[in-house]
Structures are given as structure tokens and as C-alpha cells.
């Protein structure tokens, strides 16, 4: 099984930003060591929960202090941008760390609706004309727009000779056909989707459609999980986070991703309570073997090549050791 990290750069309440983006570039560098394939950071506006608006940014940081992991977007949110410019990022990132970038990209707003409208001014406008931005990109990247278009002499350089992967990130079934149209690799958020997310995934499957002859369908499923060398103690150590996206639309929650003590004293009202048991369904929670179970048992659900892991924890410690923890168990082989 190849695994990955989603990385959404948690800020917790005794950590600035600053914190955080290091704590984030730590994270990279113990997945490329534990073995995980990729490292993706995603984009988010306006929420002082999390520490990254700006993913390009982070990953040349990160690619600066790393040597072989696959660094991407988790995802670029392409309705707030040109594609020129994204591409013309992008390139110049796979310029710099051959090989080795990604280019995750979205539909989702990413943030409030201030952020939305300060951002690109009609995101729902953008949002609809998704499908060119996504045609437009994959010229630009490929360097093949028609002679007949008005880009067909523009160029998004520096042109590498490794041009980023890219990749088509949704949770529903638009997002999928539309992936499988342009014969796109696609990642589904198992972790944000109320949808029967394998039909969703064999339709993407069924329908998609090769750029170029021997391209396969690559599926990425990304999943929230947290590990712990005992399953009391990965519960302990999920409750913060639990109760962090729980206040998700309260200001307080913004404060960061309280403590296990703070946790443990938060008092659950009875909507709180379904909606928790609810999040836990998406969730794996438990100890290597219990992870390991049931990562291989989604992997088979979904049809998936790969499993993208997303960890928020209160202690940064706890998320690196998590992913420890995992990668232990399913490569089998010690990490030193």
C-alpha cells in the first residue's frame, strides 16, 4: 500500500502560525522518512484555525528542506485564480524540485464568503465555469493550446522537464466525471463527503477517458485518522481535535485545536453528541494493527492505489508519531 499525508497546517491554542508552518515542515520531513509517497498542503482563507492560504509558498519551503517525498497542493482552489498564473507557479516549483510536485486543485471556496469576494470577486460565477479553468490549466502545464487559440503563443515559463502532476480533488460526483473527462488522477475527501463515495470513485473508474494511450484511472482517498500505540490512547489523544471541528461554526473554535485536558472537560450537548457520532464514521481511531485493518479495508472499498492520511492532533508530537505509528505497521520495517 503507498500512503500520504494531508497536511492542513493545524494552529493549536498554545502555538502561533509561525508554530504551526514549522510544525508543517517537520511533518514533510518525517513522512519522507517514514516512507509515505506524498505530501500535500491545502488552502484555506479567513480561519485562524489553520495556518496556510498559500500552499505554493509553503511547498517551495518545504522543498528547500527535503529531499525525495512529492510535494503538492491539497488543493490549489483554482475558481480565485487565472490559470496562467497557477500554471507559471507550478512550473517553477517542478523547476525547482524536479520530479517531484503536484498540482492538487479544487472548487471548494476555502474560506468565508468576505474571503471569497475579497479573493476573486464572483467565486460563484468561477465556480461555474470550472470546467474551462481546469481545460485552460492543463494547456497551460502542457504547453498545447491549439494554433488557433489566443493563448496558443503564450507560454506558462519556466517550461521543467518534468512538468507537476495534477490532480482533480472532490467529494462528489462533478468533480469525478469531470476528472475521468480529461483523464485526470483523482483524490476523494472520504474525510468531508456524506456520499456514497465508492460509487462515486467506480464512476470516475468507469468513465474515464486516457490523455494519452496506456494512462490508467489513479485513485488517492483521503481519510482522517489518528494512531496510538494503545486504542485508549489514540482516543485520548482524537478527543482535541473531536471537539475542535465540533465548534467549527462557533468564534471560539478558531482559537485553536484545544488541549486533551480542555477536551475532556468539554460538556456535549445532545446535538453535539449525534453529530460527533456521525464524524467518527468517517474516522479511523485506534492502535496500528486496528488502523492498518481498516485502511486496507477503505483501499479495497474504493478501489484506491493509494490512502492520504489527514492527522490533527493538540501535541504536533502526537500527529508525527501517528504517522510513525502507521507506517510501521503497514511497511513493516523499522524506522530509525
Known amino acids: 500500500m503507498r500512503l500520504s499525508i494531508l ?8 502555538q502561533t502560525p509561525r508554530d504551526a508552518l ?11 522518512a517514514f516512507g509515505y509517497t506524498r505530501y500535500w498542503i491545502a488552502e484555506h ?14 511547498l517551495s519551503y ?4 527535503t529531499d525525495r517525498i512529492r510535494l503538492g497542493s491539497g488543493a490549489v482552489l483554482l475558481p480565485h485564480y487565472r490559470p496562467y498564473k497557477v500554471a507559471e507557479t507550478f512550473n517553477m516549483l517542478a523547476t525547482l524540485f524536479p520530479n517531484r510536485i503536484d498540482l492538487g486543485i479544487g472548487r471548494a471556496p476555502g474560506g468565508s464568503s468576505e474571503a471569497m469576494t475579497a479573493l476573486s470577486g464572483n467565486f460563484i460565477k468561477n465556480v461555474g465555469n470550472f470546467p474551462t479553468l481546469v481545460r485552460d490549466l492543463l494547456h497551460f502545464i502542457n504547453d498545447d493550446f491549439p494554433t488557433d487559440n489566443e493563448y496558443s503563443k503564450l507560454s506558462a515559463s519556466p517550461i ?29 475527501g472520504h474525510f468531508m463527503s456524506d456520499h456514497d463515495g465508492a460509487a462515486i470513485v467506480k464512476e470516475y473508474i468507469d468513465t474515464f477517458r486516457p490523455r494519452k494511450e496506456g494512462e490508467t484511472p489513479q485513485v488517492i482517498v483521503t481519510v482522517n485518522v489518528i494512531c496510538g500505540e494503545t486504542t485508549e490512547k489514540a482516543e485520548e489523544v482524537a478527543a482535541s481535535y473531536l471537539i475542535w471541528s465540533l465548534q467549527m461554526d462557533k468564534v471560539k473554535a478558531y ?4 488541549s486533551i ?76
Open 22 to 32: 514549522n510544525w508543517s515542515m517537520k511533518l514533510a520531513q518525517a513522512g519522507e
Open 7 to 14: 497536511d492542513q497546517s493545524p494552529i493549536s491554542s498554545n
Open 62 to 65: 518545504i522543498g528547500a528542506h
Open 255 to 258: 482559537q485553536g485545536v484545544p
Open 261 to 336: 485536558n480542555e477536551a475532556k472537560q468539554y460538556k456535549l450537548n445532545e446535538k453535539e453528541k449525534e453529530t460527533l457520532k456521525k464524524m467518527r464514521q468517517n474516522m479511523i481511531i485506534g492502535n496500528p494493527h486496528e488502523v492498518k485493518q481498516k485502511l486496507f479495508e477503505l483501499k479495497a472499498k474504493y478501489e484506491a492505489d493509494e490512502m492520504m492520511i489527514n492527522t490533527i492532533t493538540y501535541l504536533p508530537e502526537d500527529r508525527i508519531r501517528s504517522y510513525e505509528l502507521i507506517a510501521k505497521e503497514v511497511f513493516q520495517k523499522d524506522i530509525t
Open 45 to 58: 482563507h479567513d480561519l485562524s484555525g489553520l495556518a496556510c492560504p498559500a500552499p505554493e509558498v509553503m
Open 160 to 188: 521543467p522537464e518534468n512538468p507537476p502532476e495534477i490532480w482533480l480533488l472532490g467529494t462528489g460526483e462533478k468533480s469525478a466525471l469531470l476528472a475521468a473527462e480529461h483523464g485526470l488522477p483523482y483524490t476523494f
